[in-house]
């Protein structure tokens, strides 16, 4: 169509805007990235059992559960919601994986998925059609799952080996040296990546975080997005879980405290706005290595204490928040 | 032939009846605007329009049959789109993404083509005269970009009818001359639009109907031309004028030779204020007269230091505040009663005593501390004196009545002893018998000394209670109605643009 009478809008002012606004977009998105690889740098330089192949593999490994679970939080607080039920699923899922690895390994996935997946899908619906925080519903669904991890593992004193051989063999077996597990992890990321970024679903999970009353009257299905990151999470934790207990050869009890906090670090860290609305999970993925990487450093260097490793991710959190306030009122202001 | 049809629709809120048989009309190609003033019903009408309510009674018809939208989105698909007033879009995202949300271009693997998207997005502004990268997130762009953006986004979808919530209220001049541009190409198009706006000129210059609600009824529908300024503006504020149906006393108390206790000069704020200038005596109630979006409440609000100024004065008994912010002008002696006494006004969880007490706690505390036996002497005293109706000074103003939320509010401001009293419809929504109180209270306080500044939707209250009327639109003074001439029929030629 054409409009004779229209002049142009936004000519002169936006060159300058554009370019500030690319700058400050690249730092946003990019900047865990940066400080990951400076990190690693410095590392390969400094310390040399930082310097193998084996190590790089070891924190894959150890960082493919955190990996999950941090995947799900980032759909989650891109809504502008957030999950503190994702430590307690993992653990759940880890104990449910062990005990029904007795019926084989589809059942040692399949059943912390439905478990899992029910109780995204409860926290989902209450989010979503009660109104209800995010916030108090997961943290009731982290208390009611944690409760029934006790309860079926006998106060935590019980506990379940896995018996499935092939189940173990995921857990221990490598392809290229590289975890079995690092590679699922990898191809559920890559998975995820594509949904977040090129589909429908994805631009609503944007809409959503960006402007709940503007998507809804776009016509996107508000509702039904809450609910399926919230499934997604859970899902994704489950999975988590069962790995885990794929690894140690049994579902441990005692892990997963505070799990979906390191979580809502590394997607916060890796850019995604805690507000909602923006981040990427790239960035995520980032964050979960950058963390990783942290901790792996602490314990080359031996004889400090790995509580310094919370100390330092958390310096480090507050450090990017700070940072991330600073960039967004720096784009408003264009 | 009708595009869009309602008939005698009514709908009813608890207290209210917003809309009582209303029957609209628009034809396609048509340009109709939809007027009133506030609680008028229009948006109660618009919001029937498009799903976003459903009537009590009444009949929807759309394109020849009957039609009833469930939800927003039913309305959409069936081709009536909505601009709102603030842009409802998703400013985190891409200008395109915003442009295609939920109709995103798909390859044959299911997933988004980007590069489809954005050169589709790309050639669909150039007819609106934005030219920019789509890749932008859109809160970026400037406010006139983005309403086209909502525009285009609202017309993209196969649109036969779009209504417009006051698509102006935002944009600089040569904005709105795109608008109107696209508006032109739209109506040529067969499209209908629904026009909502209280800018006089662009109405007369951009519509063919007018259909005028007033108390959720229609008052007034027929082609706009027809209808002379002066006619749609008293049909607007209308009702029949009886005197001494306020509680005002009507004896004009300013002392006209006083030096003026608040002195206005040239108020400017971006395109909502040019040049306001007037002046306040001890004593005198000047009112702010004019239509919705005026700018009158931001005329107040800018003298309380509460909105953006880009320049212009304000002195309290001769002493320039220099740029007003809120502090200074508390501290000068100005008290500004908000509009919205619920949002901007009361803390309704907090008691009668701690909100009247709020605003002088630094005058009734030494060394951080605050003298509860003083806090007590000022409360009772406006209780009394206000008549305040309360279990106790510690019951929760949540609690009260609209009237003694007001009265509550007064005292906060009275107690910080102002010398200009700047009152934002004080009387919306309280009762006959505390709007009568609130009345004789302005009355005495302006007799004790005090300028008082009045804005009312209320035409009798603007009239009855003001000793002069300065009469505002579209952020202009364009007249100041003294003595004789406070009459409503002077206010309403002034507000039309009728009167020289």
Same mark, same amino acid.
């Given at each position: 169509m054409t409009v004779s009478e229209a002049p142009a809008i936004v000519v002169e002012d936006v060159r300058k805007a554009e370019r500030t606004d690319h700058v400050v977009g690249a730092v946003q998105r990019q900047g865990a990235l940066a400080v990951l690889v400076i990190v690693v740098l410095i590392s390969l330089m400094a310390f040399p059992g930082f310097r193998s192949f084996d190590n790089a593999a070891t924190i894959l490994v150890a960082a493919a559960p955190p990996m999950l679970i941090a995947l799900g939080m980032t759909f989650v607080i891109i809504t502008g919601g957030i999950d503190l039920s994702v430590g307690s699923l993992y653990v759940l899922g880890g104990v449910l994986a062990a005990w029904a690895s007795q019926y084989g390994i589809l059942a040692a996935f399949a059943l912390p998925l439905a478990v899992c997946g029910a109780i995204g899908v409860a926290n989902g619906l209450l989010i979503a059609y009660t109104r209800m925080a995010p916030f108090i519903v997961t943290l009731a669904a982290l208390l009611g799952a944690r409760g029934l991890m006790r309860a079926i593992s006998a106060e935590g004193s019980e506990t379940y080996l896995v018996r499935d051989g092939a189940l173990r063999r995921l857990g221990n077996g490598s392809l290229f040296d590289i975890g079995y597990q690092v590679w699922l992890v990898a191809a559920l990321v890559a998975l995820g990546m594509i949904v977040l970024a090129r589909t429908r679903f994805g631009a609503s999970v944007y809409a959503v975080g960006g402007s709940e009353d503007a998507a809804a009257l776009m016509g996107v299905p508000v509702r039904r997005t809450k609910v399926w990151v919230y499934v997604l999470s859970g899902l994704l934790a489950g999975v988590a879980g069962a790995i885990n207990a794929a690894k140690l050869g049994s579902g441990v009890t005692v892990l997963g405290t505070g799990m979906e906090l390191d979580a809502i670090a590394a997607v916060v860290i890796g850019g995604t706005l805690l507000t909602g609305g923006a981040g990427t999970i790239a960035g995520t993925v980032a964050g979960v290595l950058l963390l990783g990487v942290i901790q792996n450093l602490i314990n080359q260097v031996g004889n400090v204490n790995s509580n310094w490793q919370q100390v330092i991710s958390g310096a480090f959190l507050a450090l990017v928040v700070v940072a991330q306030t600073y960039l967004v009122r720096l784009r408003r202001v264009n | 032939m009708s595009l869009l049809h309602v008939t005698e629709v009514s709908k009813t809120f608890p207290g209210v009846r917003a809309l009582d048989r209303v029957s609209f009309t628009l034809r396609?190609?048509?340009?109709?605007?939809?007027?009133?003033? =506030?609680?008028?019903?229009?948006?109660?009408?618009?919001?029937?329009?498009?799903?976003?309510?459903?009537?009590?009674?009444?009949?929807?018809?759309?394109?020849?049959?009957?039609?009833?939208?469930?939800?927003?989105?039913?309305?959409?698909?069936?081709?009536?789109?909505?601009?709102?007033?603030?842009? =409802?879009?998703?400013?985190?995202?891409?200008?395109?993404? =915003?442009?295609?949300?939920?109709?995103?271009?798909?390859?044959?693997?299911?997933?988004?083509?980007?590069?489809?998207?954005?050169?589709?997005?790309?050639?669909?502004?150039?007819?609106?005269?934005?030219?920019?990268?789509?890749?932008?997130?859109?809160?970026?762009?400037?406010?006139?970009?983005?309403?086209?953006?909502?525009?285009?986004?609202?017309?993209?979808?196969?649109?036969?009818?779009?209504?417009?919530?006051?698509?102006?209220?935002?944009?600089?001049?040569?904005?709105?001359?795109?608008?109107?541009?696209?508006?032109?190409?739209?109506?040529?198009?067969?499209?209908?639009?629904?026009?909502?706006? @209280?800018?006089?000129?662009?109405?007369?210059?951009?519509?063919?109907?007018?259909?005028?609600?007033?108390?959720? #009824?229609?008052? @007034?529908?027929?082609?706009?031309?027809?209808?002379? #300024?002066?006619?749609?503006?008293?049909?607007?504020?209308?009702?029949?004028?009886?005197?001494?149906?306020?509680?005002?006393?009507?004896?004009?108390?300013?002392?006209?030779?006083?030096?003026?206790?608040?002195?206005?000069?040239?108020?400017?704020?971006? @395109?909502?204020?040019?040049?306001?200038?007037?002046?306040?005596?001890?004593?005198?109630?000047?009112?702010?007269?004019?239509?919705?979006?005026?700018?009158?409440?931001?005329?107040?609000?800018?003298?309380?230091?509460?909105? @953006? /100024?880009?320049?212009?004065?304000?002195?309290?008994?001769?002493?320039?505040?220099?740029?007003?912010?809120?502090?200074?002008?508390?501290?000068?002696?100005?008290?500004?009663?908000?509009?919205? #006494?619920?949002?901007?006004?009361?803390?309704?969880?907090?008691?009668?005593?701690? =909100?009247?007490? /709020?605003?002088?706690?630094?005058?009734?505390?030494?060394?951080?501390?605050?003298?509860?036996? #003083?806090?007590?002497?000022?409360?009772?005293?406006?209780?009394?004196?206000?008549?305040?109706?309360?279990?106790?000074?510690?019951?929760?103003?949540?609690d009260l009545s609209g009237g003694n939320q007001q009265k509550v509010l007064l005292a906060r401001l009275l107690a910080t002893g102002p010398k200009a009293l700047l009152l934002d419809e004080p009387t919306r929504g309280i009762d006959v018998g505390a709007k009568a109180e609130v009345q004789s209270l302005i009355d005495e306080l302006a007799a004790e000394g005090l300028g008082v500044v009045l804005v009312s939707s209320d035409a009798e209250e603007l009239i009855e209670g003001s000793d002069r009327v300065v009469v505002l639109r579209d952020g202009v003074v364009v007249g100041t109605l003294t003595g004789a001439e406070v009459t409503t029929e002077d206010l309403m030629a002034a507000i039309a643009g009728e009167r020289s």
């Open positions: - | 396609p190609g048509e340009v109709h605007a939809l007027v009133g003033e =506030n609680g008028a019903g229009k948006s109660t009408l618009i919001k029937v329009l498009t799903g976003v309510y459903q009537p009590d009674e009444g009949e929807l018809t759309y394109q020849g049959s009957p039609a009833r939208f469930g939800t927003p989105m039913d309305a959409q698909h069936a081709g009536i789109s909505t601009i709102y007033q603030e842009v =409802n879009l998703v400013p985190l995202m891409s200008v395109a993404q =915003n442009l295609f949300l939920g109709r995103e271009p798909r390859n044959a693997l299911g997933l988004v083509d980007r590069k489809r998207m954005e050169r589709e997005a790309r050639e669909l502004l150039a007819g609106y005269g934005v030219t920019t990268d789509v890749r932008r997130p859109l809160g970026t762009l400037a406010l006139g970009a983005q309403q086209m953006v909502a525009l285009a986004r609202a017309v993209m979808i196969e649109a036969k009818v779009v209504i417009m919530d006051e698509p102006t209220s935002s944009l600089e001049p040569r904005e709105v001359r795109t608008l109107f541009g696209v508006i032109r190409d739209l109506h040529a198009r067969g499209i209908g639009i629904v026009y909502v706006s @209280h800018r006089l000129d662009e109405l007369y210059e951009i519509c063919d109907a007018v259909t005028i609600l007033r108390d959720g #009824r229609v008052v @007034h529908t027929g082609q706009l031309a027809e209808l002379s #300024r002066i006619r749609l503006v008293s049909l607007m504020l209308g009702r029949e004028m009886t005197e001494g149906a306020t509680a005002f006393s009507g004896a004009a108390t300013g002392d006209g030779d006083a030096p003026p206790v608040l002195r206005v000069r040239g108020l400017n704020s971006r @395109h909502k204020l040019h040049d306001v200038s007037f002046d306040v005596r001890p004593g005198e109630v000047v009112g702010l007269g004019g239509l919705l979006g005026a700018g009158r409440s931001e005329t107040i609000k800018a003298i309380g230091g509460a909105y @953006h /100024l880009d320049s212009g004065d304000v002195e309290v008994d001769g002493k320039d505040l220099r740029k007003p912010t809120t502090v200074r002008a508390v501290k000068a002696g100005i008290a500004v009663q908000p509009e919205d #006494r619920k949002a901007e006004g009361i803390i309704p969880t907090l008691s009668v005593r701690e =909100n009247i007490a /709020l605003a002088v706690l630094p005058r009734l505390s030494r060394l951080g501390l605050v003298s509860d036996a #003083r806090v007590d002497e000022v409360v009772t005293a406006y209780m009394t004196r206000l008549r305040i109706k309360a279990a106790s000074p510690d019951q929760a103003v949540g």
